[in-house]
Structures are given as C-alpha cells and as structure tokens.
C-alpha cells in the first residue's frame, strides 16, 4: 500500500488497530505464506463502516480474514488491506429469548459450548468444525449432513461501501458449502433460532470434538482441503488415487487423513498450491472426478491457477438431462450452447449413476473420443 494511502488511513482512523507486514504464520492455522501488508483490526461496526467507504473510494481492495483455520496465505499480496473481526463488538454473544446474537468473529467451538450452557442446542454435531462464525456462514460450513444455515435466523453486516445490510435466512439460497450472501458482503453478525438443549448436550459436545481429536490430523494444517464430491467422500478419493504422503516442498498430503494438507514446518502459499493441484490431478485421472477447493485463498490469483492447472472437461447437455446436478458435483463444466464441448452425451444410461460411476464412466468416454 502506497505511503501516502497508509498515513491517510492512520490520519483517518486514529484509534484503529492498523499492523505492517505481519507473517501470515500469526494469523493463520496452516501457517504458510509471506507477509500481509496492512492488517486492520476494528472492533465495531462505528469504525468499520467508514473504514469500508475509506478503501472503496480509494479503490483499496479488501480481503477479510477470519480465524484463518481454512486460509491459505499468500507468498506476496498485492496492496490490499486484510481486515480481520477478532476483537470488541465481533467477538460477542447475546442471547434474547429463542434467539441467539453471535459477532462474526466468535470462534464457532466457544459459540457452540455458550449455547449449550445457556439451555439450547442443536449444535452437537457441528461442534469440531474450526473457525469463526463469519467465515463458517460465507461457506456454509457443515458436517455429519447438518449446515451451520439449519439453525440460522438472520445474517448482518456490510457491503463494500460501507452500507449496511441484513438478510434474513430464506432470502438466501443454501448449498453443499455455499450461500447466495453477496460477493463482498462483510459479515458482522448472525442470528441464530436454536431448539432447547438435550439433557446430554454437553457430552454430545465433548464426544464430537473428542471424534474429531482421533480421526483428523494435529500440526500446522486448515481443515479439509477439498469439498466433496456429492455423496463421495474427497478424503476416500484422495486416499484411493494414491495421495497419501504426496509432497511437495515442505507441503504434504497427511497419512491420517488424506483430505488434510500438512505445513512441516516451512510450505510457502506456492508448496500448498502446487500439491493441491496434483491431488487434483491424479484424482481426476484416476476416478474422472476433479475435487474443488474447501479452503479460501489470499491470493486472488491462486484460485484462476488451480482450475487452469487442471481444467475440468466441459459437457454438452440436454436443458433436461439428469446428470446436470451429478456433473457438478463431481466438478465437470457444462458447456452453454454456443461453447465448445469436450463431450456431447446426447443419451444418459439407462440405470441411475452415482457420482464415482458417472466420473468413471465420462473419463472412459472422453478417452475413447481422444
């Protein structure tokens, strides 16, 4: 960020928690990458709001940075401001009757146990998942087929000039990891609407986590690397393609669980990067299924890498066709009817596919067409 920007924003927002070239190993589980240029750290929508307007009329771009449990940092960010919610107003909870107010920097296992203690749950079988309230809603984070938008009542916070905005939960379309919240959207806040608490509450809790505790890997990592592909398990397909202790740099697929991607000690953003697109790739080759990342990226570029790195084949499809849902899952593109397509299926099989056989089978075709 230019000099000039910097004093200005200083100059602006005196009181602010503004940071220089802070190691991304500080504000990230995974712990790979470089340095952030500025990180700002405001504790209330008072200063956050003209801090958005701030950067947007000086065309600052603005990444938000949450727990940083499912980040991967970036070896050199472009002059950006990183804006992380981890303090005053973002990190409180309130509870009013049948509806629960959490900040959008409240770590989700600390949300989970303050409701439990306060009478109401629901929350048993989401309780391991890592991260902060407001990055787990940008994801629709999940687990044992439940979403954190099943207990959701209501989403705050602002877009990117710094104007407010609230959107109650059905206004929203919910997916398999993914929301219809507006790109940019800074969210501040959650509502949540939570039945009562079991009487085991607690020990379901406890029980979660300690699952958690024995089955996924400890160290320098940020959660399951890849989404999956529909009812197939990434960590399975990654097993089976042979990715298990894949390496790169000091970057490695983990022996325990192979949908984990482990920092030994010193992976830079380009080690993570590189070995994310070979689990990519080999899983492709070997089951026709191209997995898609579940981890965010601070490098805007990082992303348009990946896909480029591996591209997925795109399909020609009738409006009507069945497979369309199974496709997308499994990470194909379907081509519009203009484009060019790597595959016309003019026929779908007879008996229903699942997504494994439906990889299977398209890798069989497109290699028989080649």
Known sequence: MQQSILAALKAEFPGLSIRENVPWREVTSLKAGGTIPVLAEPGDDIVLAPLLHFCHNRHIPVLVLGNG????????????????????NFVRICFARDRIVAGAGVRWKDFVRTCAEHGFGGLAPLAGIPGQVGGLLMMNAGAHGAAISDFLYEVCGFDRTGESCSLMKDELRWEYRHTSIPAGTVVTAAIFKLPPAAPDEQERITGELRNRGTTQPGGLNAGCFFRNAGNESAGKLIDEAGCKGLTVGDATVSDLHANFILNRGHATAQDVLELMIQVRRKVAEHAGIYLKPEVCFADPEALKKFYAAVPAPRISLSPDSPLRTILRNIGYE????????DLTIAKCPVAPLSEYSCGLWLKEMISAKK
């Open 334 to 341: 379907i081509a519009a009817p203009e484009d060019e397509a």
């Open 69 to 88: 449990s499912n980040t991967v940092g970036a070896d050199a960010l472009p002059e950006a401001l990183v804006l992380r919610l981890n303090h005053g």
